[in-house]
């Protein structure tokens, strides 16, 4: 018995131990994207996407990432996309940090996604996407691959009419590799927003996302309360 209440008790101090050693970052940031699609037919549609991201105080870079691809499409529910993003990222990520260094990634990417109208409002909306993550870090001179990602996002989207739109979007990160440590579990992110159709062509949406990261120690944390506007420009061409 006496055993047995020993090991609970290093399991406590271990847990307290743990805690104590958790460390949750707080940071505020701008998105600012800019997504175009061309609809070259009924099953093809290639894009381009450019995405900025900021700290907000101070006002200085966090990320900057273009990407383009294709999406295909399977049937009404289902669609693929293949895509290529480059990834830059100012280090350290402390906005108040006075000498900076530039983190690239290449992510090759691959996503089955799924959206199914319940109803005229309603939409249910599911991706699950795979990365393989190629890092080149300050000082060094060429990419070398660091780990896989899987990202598993679903949803919910509502229709008010003609124009208006709202979702909301839940989405897990999971790293996988040899070469990950503590974080396997690598973010969460929540988000809620608002679409506007000005046209056929144009669309703007914004909204807010809190984005929860761990770091590379396992037990350190970044709790991010993000504010993100999108210009949509959707082209047609058959």
């Known amino acids: 018995m006496p055993k047995k209440y020993g090991i609970l008790v290093l399991l406590i101090f271990f847990s307290i131990q743990l805690k104590a050693q958790k460390n949750t970052e707080h940071q505020e940031l701008l ?4 997504f175009f699609k061309l609809k070259a037919s009924e099953k093809w549609s290639p894009f381009f996407d450019i995405e900025e991201r900021i700290y907000i105080f101070p006002f200085r870079q966090h990320h900057f990432i273009p990407s383009m691809g294709a999406n295909y499409k399977l049937n009404n529910d289902f669609s693929l996309t293949a895509s290529m ?7 350290p990520q402390d906005p108040q940090a006075v000498e900076r260094d530039i983190f690239q990634e290449l992510r090759p990417q691959a996503a089955v996604n ?5 109803d005229k409002h309603w939409s249910l909306l599911n991706r699950f996407k795979f990365e393989w993550r190629y890092k080149k870090r300050p000082l060094e001179s060429t990419y070398s691959f660091s780990n896989y990602r899987l990202r598993m996002r679903m949803g919910l989207k509502y229709k008010f009419n003609s124009h208006w739109g709202a979702k909301i979007l839940e989405e897990i990160l999971i790293n996988a590799g040899e070469n990950v440590g ?6 969460n992110r929540l988000s809620a927003g608002l679409n506007y159709n000005l046209n056929s062509t144009f669309s703007l949406e914004t909204g807010y996302m809190y984005w929860y990261q761990q770091k590379a120690s396992g037990v350190d944390f970044f709790s991010r309360n993000i504010v993100y506007f999108t210009l949509k420009q959707n082209l047609k061409v058959y």
């Not at 799924?114 to 319940?118: E, G, L, P, Q, V």
């Not at 503590?182 to 973010?187: M, P, T």
């Open 114 to 118: 799924y959206k199914h109208n319940i």
């Open 31 to 34: 998105w600012t994207r800019y």
């Open 85 to 91: 993003m480059y990834f830059e990222m100012v280090l």
């Open 182 to 187: 503590q974080n396997v579990f690598d973010q």
